[in-house]
């Protein structure tokens, strides 16, 4: 290994402890307080008299202000950078989730749920953004894919714990349900203090890298970006009619009617396997496949950085994704309904590394800040489609009809993903090839 080996190493290893698990840990919390009102919904739609279809658009609602402001949120990061603008960000959507505690009705949580999607507008795609500062192309699907392990740490640390306090947990005669929101309320909204201390915005701020190795990370950095050097001028009409942005974007959407509606619908799903469930069975049954996702998770990040392979990594998950749910839907054993949702869940994180590298390959500068938020916000879409839609079919034709609406959209997306030209995986090598580093 020479020396140029050795600092590269060392570089990238010391940013990855240093940022990985601090956002890490920032996305669990996001997660979490995500996917509460899925299992908020088994007792808080009895108490607030929530129908199918009325739950379907609450789940919904939170994705058209998420959908409306994710390009400007942004722009914004990139004006006033990461810290401020994350910090900004989880205190709001803390504060919103700490404020479910004291609804008394329908229209009381459909404010409320509105007013999360304005607050947490732009974190994910934000991130996504801000690893592009850190990483250079070829480490970004595995770096991702760390990232993206919040997903099923998030779900085998929040279903669990949420289930628990439902049942348990009924101080001063409140249900259980509302303490559930005010204690994952809580903890965003210290974070974010925490973030404002901690987060930095760029290598540039950071006193943990030596002066030589920031010079190697802006030197990598910079021989990428004149490879995508089409865009970084970009205007925002022209990153608007970008069209590999929206070819990604329809992917996306497309993955998304399927997690996103799993994430509020699940729990309701599996309480259904038995009469006998509780609550905190739920939980439990729950918490399995964050388990088993989170071994499986990074392998396949590394895996497509090896490969330097993106189009099949990006695609095959989903096909299993939708082999889960086929096996719920039709299985008679509750062992093989399990089974299918731990595939589910395999496949519904594991495609998020390998996919969400392709966006930094062809953009660069503010294009990549509004590019990354317009197909996360065709993915909001895809949550309001999806959830609205799964409502109405929940209501007609149960569980089994949700299931195989899912499903088909999971072929839906693993059909356009294999659609894809070649040219990702050769712009990839390209990036990556000797003749790039002269």
């Not at 959507?93 to 404020?99: E, N």
Request: contains cysteine; aromatic residues 14%; glycine residues 8%.
């Amino acid at each position: 290994m020479d020396s140029l080996e050795i600092l590269e190493k060392e570089t990238i290893n010391k940013i990855k402890w240093n940022i990985i698990p601090f956002c890490f840990m920032l996305y669990v919390l996001n997660y979490i307080d995500r996917i509460n009102l899925g299992f908020a919904a088994m007792d808080m739609n009895i108490d607030l008299q929530i129908t199918n279809v009325a739950f379907g658009f609450l789940s919904s609602l939170f994705f058209v202000p998420y959908f409306l402001l994710e390009v400007p949120s942004n722009m914004c990061l990139h004006k006033f950078g990461a810290r401020k603008w994350m910090a900004r960000i989880m205190i709001t959507w803390g504060m919103v989730i700490v404020g479910m505690f004291f609804v008394q009705n329908y229209y009381h949580v459909a404010i409320l749920r509105f007013l999360l999607g304005c607050a947490e507008a732009g974190f994910f795609p934000g991130m996504i953004y801000y690893f592009t500062y850190w990483f250079p192309a070829k480490q970004r699907a595995s770096i991702i894919g760390f990232f993206m392990m919040a997903v099923p740490f998030g779900n085998f640390l929040g279903a669990p714990l949420s289930t628990w306090i439902m049942d348990n947990v009924h101080w001063l005669g409140y249900a259980g349900w509302r303490w559930m929101f005010m204690f994952e309320g809580i903890p965003a909204i210290l974070a974010g203090i925490v973030t404002l201390l901690y987060l930095a915005d760029n290598p540039l701020k950071v006193s943990w890298l030596t002066q030589q190795q920031k010079d190697w990370l802006a030197g990598e950095l910079k021989k990428e970006n004149e490879l995508k050097k089409e865009t970084a001028s970009f205007t925002l009409r022209q990153i608007f009619t970008f069209k590999r942005v929206w070819v990604l974007g329809i992917i996306y959407m497309s993955i998304q009617i399927t997690t996103q509606s799993a994430n509020y619908w699940m729990p309701i799903i599996v309480k259904g396997f038995s009469s006998s469930f509780s609550n905190t069975t739920v939980g439990l049954i729950m918490m399995l496949p964050g388990i088993v996702s989170l071994i499986v998770m990074p392998f396949w990040g590394m895996h497509s950085d090896k490969t330097k392979e993106r189009k099949l990594h990006t695609a095959l998950p989903m096909l299993l994704s939708g082999f889960g749910l086929i096996l719920i839907a039709v299985a008679d054993n509750m062992y093989i309904k399990i089974g299918g949702l731990v595939l589910n869940a395999i496949g519904n994180v594991a495609f998020y590394g390998p996919f969400w590298s392709l966006p930094s390959i062809y953009l660069t500068g503010a294009a990549a800040a509004v590019g990354v938020a317009i197909i996360n916000s065709l993915s909001s879409l895809g949550g309001f489609l999806g959830n609205n839609i799964i409502g109405i079919i929940k209501g007609e034709y149960g569980s089994t009809g949700v299931l195989c609406f899912q499903a088909t959209c999971c072929v839906i997306a693993f059909l356009l993903t294999m659609s894809l030209d070649l040219h990702d995986d050769a712009l990839l090598n390209k990036a990556d090839s000797p003749k790039s580093n002269e």
